[in-house]
């Protein structure tokens, strides 16, 4: 009798956990209504969600413009910057690779990429094709990407560049988001195929599944009428050329692309019967190979485990598995997300970065899997974005008062002008403009080009002509006898270490 009981138990706590919620037409509309007043209060300019359920597309609808001030309207075609949901691309193209017998996940990448070369001899050696897709190089999150930012530089000078930054960590000893080891995944398939990885990616994947408007660069987007372009802010901004990022971030797609990539997923590497890559590495894919700090399971986040795949972050959310990839470049901002046990899949693009993209996100992520959970994530959200601008702008309020008035240079102007060089990231000059000092940094000079304007001593502040950036100081050097050695730059900008940046001044 105790074992008929247990029988029953068992099958009621798996239907529980199956128990997957019926969404109605008027549920649905529900949603729209909600996504569309959230994207007016949060101001946002062009926005798109797209949602995949049971191999059937449920939810598909474009808010907003393209550019605010063409007011050209967003359409489920058009095109965004997807940026880091690139990297799951990559995987896959590395995975049929894989399935082809043409390197294996624990081949050294210095074997398979002639001339690959880190500061540390041993993680150089011993590098495998997996840790570069897995975030364990040793470097620290987004370190050196400011050899690629805004750069004409190619891939193989990027890679070629790094070289020269110190990694502070042991290979495999901790997680950090490195975008330069992705670029390397893409020399690589280079390497090994004698294709790029555009060609490569466009032959395998994004033709045999049908994504026909998505590419990999955004050169000449100022004239398709069909491409979201960057804002902040609200205002259009110019583009920037991703090109040298390539397998880290540089695919532009659309929701209506974005589906049948996900559609892929679901089908765990097939697509309408056309096998893409094996099952064995979707699963490769998808399984935790870098644990992350998971927070506490009883917080509204919910998350009891949370780890990098290849290619995909991983977590659980009401007792699902969930894998996800988020992505954001100045003016664009994309998240991806996959719940394979609801065969359930969405996709969110904006173009601009904002706090509605999670907030979207935890609200769609609560339509399907706790709907009883009436939280508002737009209003939380936005309030936590208000917020921090307020910090911001305490921030500086805070600096101004801690300034030290009424002091000056140690030199005459001249004595600060001349060409500075960091190993790793190249040269910078200073110059005098209309009796002012002013700093470009040669690699980025169209958008790392600021007035130098004295804050106190020997400090001076600086705004980029790059609008993504914050301000931040420049701080010169000495000698014992007085003279400029160099300069570091302070700036809270957590996508770029400027900090590491050590520019010493040219004979």
Known sequence: MKNVYLIILSVCLSLFSNFSYTQTAEDYKNLDNYIENSVDEFNMPGFAV??????????????????????SETDNNTLFGIASCSKAFTAACISILVDEGKINWEDKVVDLLPGFKLSDPYITANL??????????????????????????????????????????GLREKFGYSNLMFITSGELIKSVTGKSW??????????????????????????????????????PMDFINYDNISSAGAINSSTADMLKWLKLILGKGIYENDTIFSKLNYYKMVSAKTPLNAGRGETPEGTHFAAYGLGWF?????????????????????????????????VILANQLSA?????????????????????????????????????????????????????????????????????????????????????????????????????YDTFK????DPFLPAG???????????ITGFKIDMDAPDFHFKKLDFKKLN
């Open 128 to 169: 495998t094709v997996e840790d570069l897709l897995a975030h364990r190089s040793g470097f620290e999150t987004f370190d050196g990407d400011l050899i690629w930012y805004g750069t004409k530089r190619k891939p193989e000078e990027v890679i070629k560049r790094l070289q020269y930054r110190e990694i502070p960590f």
């Open 314 to 346: 991983l977590k659980d959310y009401q007792g699902r598995k969930i894998i996800y990839h988020g992505g954001g470049l100045p003016g664009f901002h994309s998240k991806v997300v996959v719940v394979p046990e609801d065969s359930l899949a969405y």
């Open 356 to 456: 509605l993209v999670p907030a979207i996100d935890r609200k769609v992520l609560d339509f399907y899997l706790n709907n009883s959970d009436t939280t508002d994530w737009a209003k939380l959200y936005l309030a936590a974005e208000q917020r921090q601008k307020v910090r911001l702008d305490e921030k500086w309020e805070k600096l101004d008062e801690e300034r030290v008035k009424k002091t000056k240079p140690s030199l005459e102007k001249e004595a600060y002008t001349g060409e500075y060089e960091d190993k790793m990231y190249g040269k910078a000059k200073i110059i005098i403009v209309d009796k002012e000092l002013f700093l470009t940094l040669e690699p980025t000079a169209e958008l790392l080009n600021s007035k130098l304007e004295h804050w106190h």
């Open 462 to 465: 600086i705004k980029f002509a």
């Open 473 to 483: 100081f420049v701080t010169f050097s000495f000698n014992s006898k007085g003279d």
């Open 50 to 71: 797209g949602i995949i359920k049971n191999g059937e597309i449920v939810f598909e609808h474009a808010y907003g413009y393209k550019n605010t001030q063409t007011k």
């Open 198 to 235: 555009p060609e490569f990616l466009k032959e395998n994947i994004l033709d045999k599944i049908h994504m026909n408007e998505s590419n990999t660069t955004n050169t000449g987007f100022e004239n398709n009428p069909n491409a979201a372009w960057p804002h902040i802010e609200g205002q």
